[in-house]
């Protein structure tokens, strides 16, 4: 046996066997080891460096991105259609000899008619927000539904608004048909004019803070598991006014990143909203409520034909 005497005896030789055997384990062990913390350090500074690339890719990527679809309205509640033109004598005729409100809404819209609804009544606003029409008609929505949608990992928060580029001209409508309502409804989202009052828009939500400063208490918030967000937006144009105009929104995210950026469309422009209201003097004015068909553009004096 190597490094013991030949003649030595057997219980010295069985002792240097045992001595060898252990420190050749102790060698294999601490090989092992070494390979294994070395493996260990490599994988943790790879999964480091993985993160820190996976987070500057996260942070490369859009924010977020913003789509904005018209309100489809309910046909069985009140509301308001425009059209660009009149209505020939047999669209009347086909329009007129309906007493089913549904059915009028769905051939308006078939015709071209563009929808308007009911604001949301603020019973519990504050009384800065409760400012009074100039004129004694009723105000109306362009209602949208703005669409929030973020690929990133980590979470973004969009914090604030600002109304950009408002450019408003007379309405072209020629042709206005409406269902009166019949009380003050309520809807979740938030509530502008167009150009904007102090502090909107605000919320509509009846429940407390109705009427204040919508961004003085939510966000929206996008990324990080939560891939959408949207709003239920009542526009109101000036009475007789067609306007168009633009969103910034203010961001925070998760690499300390905020700042404000204008909403673009699908082609990369800048998002143009358009808002429309009913015209003043349209040449078709028709009311539908318990006397069906009344034409106001004929009989102006009718006591529901002063609402719009």
Request: net charge positive; glycine share 4%.
């Given at each position: 046996m190597l490094g013991v005497d030949p003649g030595a005896s057997r219980r010295k030789k069985t002792r240097w066997a045992v001595v060898l055997s252990v420190r050749n384990i102790l060698t294999f062990l601490c090989g092992v080891l070494a390979t294994t913390l070395a493996a260990y350090l490599l994988l943790g500074w790879d999964v480091h460096n993985q993160n820190d690339k996976q987070k500057e890719y996260d942070a490369s990527q859009a924010p977020f991105t913003v789509s904005v679809q018209p309100d489809k309205g309910d046909p069985?509640?009140?509301?308001?259609?425009?059209?660009d033109r009149e209505l020939t004598a047999a669209e009347?005729?086909?329009l007129t000899s309906s007493t089913d409100s549904p059915a009028?809404?769905?051939y308006l819209k078939a015709l071209g008619g563009h929808l308007l609804t009911y604001p949301s009544v603020l019973e519990h606003a504050p009384k800065q927000h409760l400012q009074q029409p100039s004129s004694s008609r009723m105000e109306l929505s362009d209602t949208f539904k703005m669409n929030v949608l973020s690929t990133r990992a980590a979470a973004v928060v969009i914090d604030d608004w600002k109304v950009?580029?408002?450019?408003?001209?007379?309405?072209?409508?020629?042709?206005?048909?409406?269902?009166?309502?019949?009380?003050?409804?309520?809807?979740q989202g938030i509530q502008l004019h167009v150009p904007p009052r102090a502090d909107e828009p605000v919320l509509t939500d009846d429940a407390e803070g109705q009427g204040e400063p919508y961004f003085d208490t939510h966000y929206i918030e996008v990324g990080g598991g939560q891939p959408s967000g949207g709003l239920r937006v009542e526009?109101?144009?000036?009475?007789g006014q067609s306007c168009e105009w633009g969103i910034k929104v203010h961001y925070n995210d998760a690499y300390q990143k905020g700042q404000w950026v204008q909403l673009k469309d699908r082609q990369g422009k800048p998002l143009r909203i358009r808002?429309?209201?009913?015209p003043l003097n349209p040449r078709q004015k028709w009311f539908f409520g318990s006397i069906p068909?009344?034409?106001?553009?004929?009989?102006?004096?009718?006591a529901t034909c002063g609402l719009l």
């Open positions: 069985r509640q009140e509301w308001v259609m425009v059209l009347t005729r086909k009028a809404f769905s950009t580029d408002v450019a408003c001209r007379k309405s072209t409508a020629q042709t206005v048909v409406a269902v009166p309502p019949q009380g003050g409804s309520v809807y526009a109101i144009a000036p009475p808002t429309e209201s009913v068909w009344t034409p106001c553009h004929l009989k102006p004096k009718e």
